[in-house]
Every structure is written in structure tokens, then in C-alpha cells.
């Protein structure tokens, strides 16, 4: 049963019910909804494979050897952009004829700063002038489970802003221990940032917290604030509806945060959750990238 705190959320839940749609993954990850033909992608990270869903199709496998394939998103020309743990790198299957084809060559984005290889990129988004944004904790050159062990060639953990007219990359924060899953505000104004180091620190020691920033015009970020404590678990990955209202993973449920910080609500799911997308034709359709499965609920909201 959906868990309402505050009753802002009752019109958005109302008849919510949530759905197993498959299993089959040891560790869900960065889901991305496909329109061209109503699929879920998907990164079942430790099995080095990418996972595809559709309601005609059920579950199958979309690429293997996919280099440890985290967090997706969509180009402004819908490309499908990677963040990929193995090559270090974002990374772009470009959009041909219509459709994203596990096919289709793959082209490495970026892969270094000021010479350096990246860490291991995490998740991404992109904003409406462009420019793609990620964030680059360790987690995948920290053993051979989910990338390649390797030491860490970058002096810090970044958010980055790629301009991909320019080709700079910009390490736009260090400010996040370990940054995470990162999403912007229906009008820009506003980076919301996860920070994950509780993940593999002592116990009490960490964070597991979204941190936000003001976002400038030049893309400059500024005023760093932790805007919500997340527990139990991590905000690993999350989304924001049309309202600004903020969908995050932890470990017992998808906690739904309002901009003022006020926690509104939980959607109750049975495993620890990874992360989420918005899609559906609709876009109302919250897919929940959790680890053995994937999970859907239909809301009276979008994604934004």
C-alpha cells in the first residue's frame, strides 16, 4: 500500500497500484524509456548486459558485453546516451532510421578531463541548450564486479557538464563526495545531485543525502545545499515529474520529496531500488529499476 504523508500527494497516487513486470537481473540499473516503439532499456550491471522491456515483447536481452553500462538518457536528437563503467566514458548509440538498434555502432563521447581518464561515469541527464551533464564517482574501478579495478586518475569526484558544439568538458562540482544520480528542475534553475558514500563507508560515516544547486545561465553552479536526507538506503537514482516534485530510489520504496523538502510520500517496493524513468506514452508511467526486477505504477502526473 502506497504511504501518503502529506495530502498534496493524494491525486497523484490515487488507484496507484504497482506491478512486477519482469525479473532476472542481479543488479537493475539506469532505466530509459524508448518511444519509437513504448520499450524500457535497462542495465543489469554485474551481468554486463543491457535488458529490454515492452508490453508485446516481455524481457529480453537487448546487448551483452555492453562494458558495464550504468545510467541513460535521450539526446535532444534522441540519441541514446550510455554511461558506461567498463571504457569510462559516455558514450552515444545514435538514433538511425527511427529507432535506437542494439546494432548500431556505438561512438565514446568523452572520456578524459585535462588528459585524465574519468572515474567511472554513473548517471547523466541533458539540459534544453544541449549541454550533457554526469556525474563520475569510483564505483566502477573499485573492483571487477561492476567495471574494471583501476586506480583513480581524476583528483576528485565531479559533476561534469559536457558542451558537445565545443567539445569542453567542465567540472562544474566537486562538492558531492561521491556524486550519484542527478536531475535538473522543470525550469532549469535548479541541480539536484545524490551523494552515495555512505554506500560503501563505515558504518556512520557518508552521506545519503540530495544535495541542489543554483544553476547560472552560463551553466556556472552555485550555493550548494543538502535539500533531503534519504533513509533508509541511498538515493542511488531519481526523477522529477512537471511540478518539481523529486522521485527517488532507496531501500524499501520510491520516496517522493516536494521542493520545499517536505517528504510527501512512499511507494512501497519489495527490493532495493536502483533507479527510475518516467515513460508510457503518456508519460505517466513510473518504470522502477529494482534489483532482481522491474517494476511499473501509473500516476496522475508526467515526467518532467
Not at 530509459?32 to 554485474?46: A, F, N, Y
Not at 538498434?101 to 547523466?124: F, M
Not at 583528483?155 to 559536457?162: D, G, I, M, R, W
Not at 535548479?190 to 547560472?216: E, K, R, W
Request: net charge negative; aromatic share 8%; charged share 20%.
Amino acid at each position: 500500500m502506497n504511504l501518503i504523508f502529506d495530502a498534496r500527494l493524494q491525486p497523484v497516487l490515487q488507484d496507484a497500484q504497482l506491478e512486477r513486470l519482469c525479473t532476472g537481473a542481479i543488479w537493475s540499473e539506469g532505466p530509459v524509456w524508448l518511444h519509437e516503439d513504448d520499450s524500457v532499456l535497462w542495465s543489469d550491471i554485474p551481468n554486463n548486459r543491457m535488458l529490454r522491456w515492452s508490453q508485446a515483447d516481455g524481457m529480453s536481452v537487448w546487448r551483452n558485453g555492453v562494458e558495464f553500462t550504468n545510467g541513460h538518457t535521450r539526446d535532444l536528437n534522441g540519441d541514446l546516451l550510455h554511461c558506461s563503467h567498463g571504457q569510462r566514458a559516455i558514450v552515444r548509440t545514435p538514433l538511425r532510421n527511427g529507432r535506437i538498434d542494439a546494432a548500431t555502432a556505438d561512438a565514446v563521447v568523452v572520456d578524459r578531463y585535462l588528459g585524465k581518464r574519468l572515474n567511472s561515469p554513473n548517471d547523466i541527464v541533458v539540459k534544453r541548450d544541449g549541454s550533457i551533464w554526469f556525474t563520475d564517482p569510483p564505483y566502477g574501478i573499485l573492483s571487477n564486479r561492476e567495471g574494471h579495478q583501476a586506480p583513480a586518475e581524476q583528483a576528485a569526484n565531479h559533476v561534469f557538464c559536457s558542451n558537445p558544439a565545443t567539445g569542453v568538458l567542465t567540472a562544474a562540482s566537486d562538492w558531492v563526495q561521491e556524486p550519484n544520480g542527478l536531475a535538473f528542475s522543470p525550469d532549469e534553475s535548479l541541480l539536484y545531485v545524490s551523494d552515495t558514500s555512505a554506500a560503501l563507508a563505515p558504518a556512520g560515516q557518508g552521506h545519503h543525502h540530495i544535495a541542489v544547486f543554483d544553476v547560472a545561465a552560463d551553466n556556472r553552479l552555485h550555493n550548494p545545499r543538502v535539500f533531503a536526507e534519504v533513509s533508509p538506503g541511498l538515493s542511488d537514482g531519481f526523477r522529477l515529474d512537471v511540478q518539481g516534485w523529486i522521485y527517488t530510489s532507496s531501500e524499501d520504496s520510491v520516496q517522493i520529496y516536494h521542493p520545499d523538502g517536505t517528504l510527501l510520500g512512499k511507494i512501497p517496493v519489495p527490493e532495493k531500488i536502483g533507479n527510475l524513468c518516467f515513460g508510457g506514452p503518456r508519460r505517466n508511467q513510473l518504470f522502477i529499476a529494482a534489483s532482481t526486477s522491474l517494476y511499473r505504477i501509473t500516476l496522475h502526473t508526467q515526467g518532467n
